[in-house]
């Protein structure tokens, strides 16, 4: 079992930046790669971020070059750092763990909300 806590949502205006932070604890946890999702309103949960153990990223790419993933393996913490923030990001972010072998095997946190708007 892996356990996911975040924090740091909340209202911005557009143009602004938020810092959305994520502690994993639990078994084994330093092996799964972490990442955040986003799910607007009446929309499906979609990929923001992903971070594998190494250090490698995925972004979609309605963020690129604007939203940067970044963990710390001691502390199992996943940062993701949103800048340049427009009205479509506005959703609720979910931290994810997802296991390295196992596509079945996946923790989600309770969301934070994250709204863009002036």
């Known amino acids: 079992q892996v356990q996911l806590v975040e924090s740091g949502g909340g209202l911005v205006q557009p143009g602004g930046s938020l810092r959305l932070s994520c502690v994993a604890a639990?078994?084994?946890?330093?092996?799964?790669?972490l990442g955040w999702y986003r799910q607007a309103p009446g929309e499906q949960r979609e990929l923001v971020a992903t971070?594998?153990?190494?250090?490698?990223?995925t972004y979609a790419d309605s963020v690129k070059g604007r939203f940067t993933i970044s963990r710390d393996n001691a502390k199992h913490t996943v940062v993701l750092q949103m800048n340049s923030l427009e009205p479509g990001d506005t959703a609720v972010y979910y931290c994810h763990a997802g296991h390295p072998y196992s596509d079945r095997i996946n923790y989600w946190g309770q969301g934070t909300q994250v709204t863009v708007s002036s």
């Open positions: 639990g078994s084994h946890v330093s092996i799964y790669a």
């Open positions: 971070i594998t153990v190494g250090g490698g990223t």
